[in-house]
């Protein structure tokens, strides 16, 4: 197996707020292969966002490496730090916040080659000509601004402006959820055939596992700060073997009524925890209709149970 593109290493983020201290990230460890898609799933407020943030060190983690390319971008220094952040790149949730709006798409496509001193003024025009026609969008919208798009238009645009520096790595935190239905399959489509042409990594980010199950290779499921099952997409989706996991996928809608009824009935119970004072033991046993004593003392470690599919639970 070729090395990792982006290998994260037991890694480590908590924020001190008012109420005490949120343990975001604690204690991750997960790897991108080059080409590959992981699909990151949980609920709102999990960590998933925090992670990929640590990626790309807009949070610098508290412990932990994170490994891009065999480098630690943990330990990178400035110019190091542009240079790796031109090789990853992320599309954010809302693509109307992440737009400057006083820009004009033209500018704002500019603004990555600028800062990275990619070309003279002709040959930037002919790129971001080239990343609009890339991305489904007429030349004539590099002249309005982010509120004369449609949503699926501006997240278009965000898409483009990752791929401006020809990256290797797409981090994706949530970037279809702000999306209508219709449109969020045009995107999806549009992430996939990107992937196929240039050969592109990606943390895929989503509550939604519908979605994940259309875009990732493998899939890791985080659960307060912590991943609790990783596998490859259609091992998870024959066999899962955490009962979150199982519980996360009997509420996932389908079309097909046969399907529907053959799920067992696994409803989550209750909401989830306070993040600052997470449960004692397993994390997830408040909520867990297979708890025994033993998950409200220890806390399970995630191992291998068959190739390339690991699991943290007592009973898996």
Partial sequence: MTAPLLEIRRAV?????????????????????????????????????????????????QSGAILFEGDDVATANRATLARYR??????FQDPLSALNPRESIFRILEQPLLVHRRGDRAARQARIAQLLQQVGLRPEVALRYPHELSGGQRQRVGIARALAL????????????????????????????????????ALF????????????DRVAVMYLGQVVEEAPRDALWQQPRHPYTRALMAATP???????????PLPLQGELPDPID?????????????????????????RAIAAGHAVACHRP
Avoid: W, Y
């Fill in 278 to 302: 997470p449960p004692a033991g397993c994390r997830f046993h408040p909520r867990c209709p297979m708890a025994e004593p033993r998950c409200r003392v220890e806390a399970p470690v995630l």
């Fill in 13 to 61: 983020r908590h924020f001190d707020t008012p109420a005490g201290r949120v343990r975001a990230v604690d204690d991750v460890s997960l790897s991108i292969q080059p080409g590959e898609t992981l699909g990151l799933v949980g609920e709102s407020g999990c960590g998933k966002s925090t992670l990929a943030r640590l990626a790309m060190k807009l949070v610098p983690p």
């Fill in 205 to 216: 980010i989503s509550h939604d596992l519908a979605v994940v199950r259309h875009v990732a």
């Fill in 86 to 91: 031109a090789r990853m790149q992320m599309v």
């Fill in 254 to 264: 389908v079309a097909d009524p046969a399907e529907a009824r053959a799920r067992p």
């Fill in 166 to 201: 020809e990256p290797r790595l797409l981090l994706c935190d949530e970037a279809v959820s702000a999306l209508d239905v219709s449109v969020r399959a045009q995107v999806l489509n549009l992430l996939l055939r990107l992937r196929a042409e240039l050969g592109l990594a």
